[in-house]
C-alpha cells in the first residue's frame, strides 16, 4: 500500500482522534450498542428504545445504534445496484496495519492504528487498494452485510464519483438524476439535474 496513502488516512483519522479524546462522552467501549443491549426484547426496556420521533435516535450513545439501523427507524428507499450478478471484492488482507502507529495532531503520545478506531467510535472500516479489500473491521451492531449511516459525506462521495463520471463521459451533467437513478424520481431530487 502507498505510504502517502496511508499517511492521509493516519492524518484525517488522528484528528478525528484528538477530537474524541477532548469530550466528556464514555470511550467506545463503555458505548458500544451491543453491550448495551439497545433495542433488544419485545418490548425493549424504556431506557434502551431508539425512537425517530421522539429525537432519541440521535442522542449519543444510541446513535451508535442508530447508525447501524436507520432504516429500521425511518423510511428510506431502496436503489437498484442493477441486473447484473454482484461480483464479491477480492481480499488480500494485511495483518500489520493494526500495529501501524502515530502521533495524533495536538497530542504527544502514539497511538496505534487498533488503538485509533476506538478513540474514534469506528464502527466499520473498509480500505481498498488498487481494487482489493486490504483492511475490513466492524464493531458495535455493525455486520459485513450490514448498511452504515454515511451522513454528509455522502455528498462528498457522490459528488467526486459524479464529476468523474461526467469526465469520462459517462454521464451527462445536464440530464435529471432519475434518468440515471429512477428511484429518486418521486423525491425532492426528482426535479434536479446531476449538475
Request: aromatic share 8%; hydrophobic share 45%.
Amino acid at each position: 500500500m502507498a505510504i502517502h496513502r496511508i499517511a492521509l488516512l493516519m492524518c484525517f483519522m488522528s484528528s478525528l482522534a484528538n477530537a474524541a479524546n477532548t469530550t466528556t462522552f464514555p470511550d467506545a467501549a463503555a458505548s458500544d450498542p451491543a453491550e448495551l443491549d439497545w433495542m433488544i426484547g419485545s418490548p425493549p426496556p424504556a431506557d434502551r428504545t431508539v425512537r425517530f420521533e421522539d429525537g432519541s435516535y440521535f442522542q449519543f450513545p444510541a446513535m451508535r445504534w442508530s447508525v447501524s439501523n436507520f432504516r429500521q427507524l425511518m423510511p428510506t428507499t431502496n436503489v437498484s445496484r442493477g441486473l447484473g450478478a454482484p461480483v464479491p471484492l477480492e481480499s488480500a488482507l494485511l495483518k500489520d496495519i493494526d500495529t501501524i502507529s502515530f502521533t495524533p495532531l495536538g497530542a504527544n503520545t502514539p497511538m496505534t492504528w487498533d488503538q485509533s478506531l476506538a478513540a474514534t467510535y469506528t464502527d466499520g472500516i473498509v480500505v481498498m487498494h488498487k481494487g482489493k479489500i486490504v483492511y475490513e473491521r466492524y464493531f458495535g451492531v455493525l455486520t459485513p452485510e450490514g448498511q452504515h449511516a454515511a451522513m454528509s459525506v455522502t455528498k462528498s462521495v457522490v459528488g467526486t464519483l459524479g464529476a468523474m463520471l461526467v469526465a469520462e463521459g459517462r454521464i451527462d451533467a445536464n440530464k435529471p438524476v432519475a434518468d440515471y437513478v429512477p428511484e429518486l424520481a418521486t423525491s425532492a431530487f426528482g426535479s434536479a439535474t446531476v449538475r
